[in-house]
Each structure stands twice: as C-alpha cells, then as structure tokens.
C-alpha cells in the first residue's frame, strides 16, 4: 500500500456489524490490500451516501483515507451485488461460506491478488449457477494453496514415493495423501476414494471460469466434502457454523438439484 492518505481499491463486503450510533465496522476483502477493516461513517443513516453499500457479498469500488486506528470509507459505487446469489438461499449461503473462510484464513493487510480473482471468479461462477457444488470445492482447494496449505494429492506424504492407482489413503492433519506402507504417528487417518482424488486432481489442474460439467455420485460428493472441511477445520481449528448450515440445507433439499 502507499504513504498516501488517501487511496482507492475494490472490494468485496465480507461481513459488517453497527459500530457507534450511525456507522458501520465492515470487513473487506481488498484487490490490492488483503483484509481489511474500515469505518463507514454513517453508513447505518438513510440519508447516507453509503447507506446500502456494505452488505456482504457487494463489491465496491471505494475511497478510503489511512487514520491511526481504523480508515474511514469515503466513498462507495456498487460495481457487482451478486443478486442471483443473494435471491436464494443455497445461493446466500454458498458465498457467505466463501466469506467466512477468506475471513478466516486472510490475514490483515496482506496483499493476495490471486485469492480475490479466485474469489470474484468463483463468486460469479456460482451467481450464474448457484446450485453447483463443485466451484464450492474448487474454491475450498484453491483457497488452501493460495494460503500455502494445499495437501499432498499426487505423493506420499511421508516417503515421497508417487501412489499407485487404489493403494492411497489421506490425513488432513498430516498434509495430504500417503501410501499403503505410512503410517505417522499420531496423525489421523483415513480412506479416500480412487474418483474423489480424481476429482481432486482435476480441480488443482482446472480453471475455474473452464470447469467441466462433471456428474459427480453422491457418494463421492459426500466424501469430498468431508475431506475438504476436515482439511480446512484443521488448519482454522474451528467449525466453520456456514459450512454446517450449508449442509443443512443439503440435506433438506431434494439431492437431485445437485450436480
Ligand atoms: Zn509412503
């Protein structure tokens, strides 16, 4: 970021909470800053030019000028609200999930271009199909090597040795996939199937906005899903409470409305 005391940057509302009578505490997640933490002033007043601006999932293109303590937001102009997303609920909260894992493992004022363009890419891969689980998954393993965490998928963790088709098992705790002969101490342990580390693999390798239309069975979406969320839980050392509601409302809703 540069001296200057004032400076503009796009981005994305992950959460806000009221701050003070009128005002607004919001966390960004910023193109050129990282994670950031700012005051809009008066932003809770209808009168406000900011008023509307902050709610999770907006993207803006803002002002902001550098202060002690928190910078102040000046300036905001709405340049995607992600209103498929928003109109329902699997939508809703599919990105809130997406924000509460960039808040958890976005540190302050760390500059990751890479991680927005993920972000916003995934964000509008899900706008416009809002019912997909695999941008879900692609987010969820891209996020982990933009962060420095992706887990092992093509060796043994321990040997090194490259696994052979069905001898493979993964520890998220240990860093990824292992062979049939490893076994750390003290790491927990678990099969994965040969589909699900295909599927891994062809995430890693894929670009997002070129994702196959991939039909993927229950079963290995339920083990995926598993393998990604212990992977994450484990390094944010926490249930991610999105991720359970998310799941939730998987399993209210007809498993056919998935692919
Ligand atoms: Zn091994």
């Known amino acids: 970021m540069s001296s200057a005391k004032y400076y503009r940057t796009e981005a994305l509302t992950l959460k806000n909470m009221p701050?003070?009578?009128?005002?607004?505490?919001?966390?960004?997640y910023c193109k050129d800053i990282g994670k950031l933490r700012a005051v809009a002033k008066g932003a809770r007043k209808s009168t406000s030019k900011l008023v509307g601006h902050f709610e999770p999932l907006t993207i803006n293109n803002i002002s902001i000028t550098k202060s002690t303590n928190l910078d102040i937001i000046n300036q905001a102009?709405?340049?995607?609200?992600?209103?498929?997303?928003?109109?329902?609920?699997?939508?809703?909260?599919?990105?809130?999930?997406?924000?509460?894992?960039?808040?958890?493992?976005?540190?302050?004022?760390?500059?990751?271009?890479?991680?927005?363009?993920?972000?916003?890419?995934?964000?509008?891969?899900?706008?416009?199909?809002?019912?997909?689980?695999?941008?879900?998954?692609?987010f969820e393993?891209?996020?982990?090597?933009?962060?420095?965490?992706?887990?092992?998928?093509?060796?043994?963790?321990?040997?090194?040795?490259e696994l052979s088709p069905e001898c493979h098992r993964f520890s998220s705790d240990y860093g990824g996939t292992l062979c049939l002969q490893c076994k750390p101490p003290d790491s927990v342990i678990r099969n994965i199937s040969l589909s699900a580390l295909k599927v891994l693999r062809m995430l890693h390798k894929a670009n997002v906005n070129r994702l196959p239309e991939l039909k993927m069975s229950p079963s290995t979406a339920e083990e995926l899903d598993s393998i990604l969320r212990?992977?994450?839980?484990?390094?944010?050392?926490?249930?991610?409470?999105?991720?359970?509601?998310?799941?939730?409302?998987?399993?209210?809703?007809?498993?056919?409305?998935y692919s």
Request: include cysteine.
């Open 230 to 257: 212990n992977t994450i839980q484990f390094w944010l050392d926490k249930e991610i409470r999105s991720k359970t509601f998310l799941e939730y409302l998987r399993r209210s809703t007809a498993d056919t409305i």
């Open 19 to 28: 701050l003070g009578e009128s005002d607004l505490l919001v966390t960004l």
């Open 77 to 138: 102009e709405t340049i995607e609200d992600f209103d498929h997303l928003k109109s329902n609920l699997i939508g809703m909260a599919q990105g809130v999930y997406i924000n509460e894992l960039l808040d958890g493992f976005a540190p302050e004022s760390h500059s990751n271009n890479d991680l927005y363009i993920l972000t916003h890419n995934v964000l509008k891969k899900l706008a416009s199909h809002s019912q997909a689980r695999l941008p879900l998954m692609y």
């Open 141 to 161: 393993l891209h996020l982990l090597r933009l962060s420095g965490l992706m887990p092992e998928i093509y060796h043994c963790v321990e040997c090194r040795e």
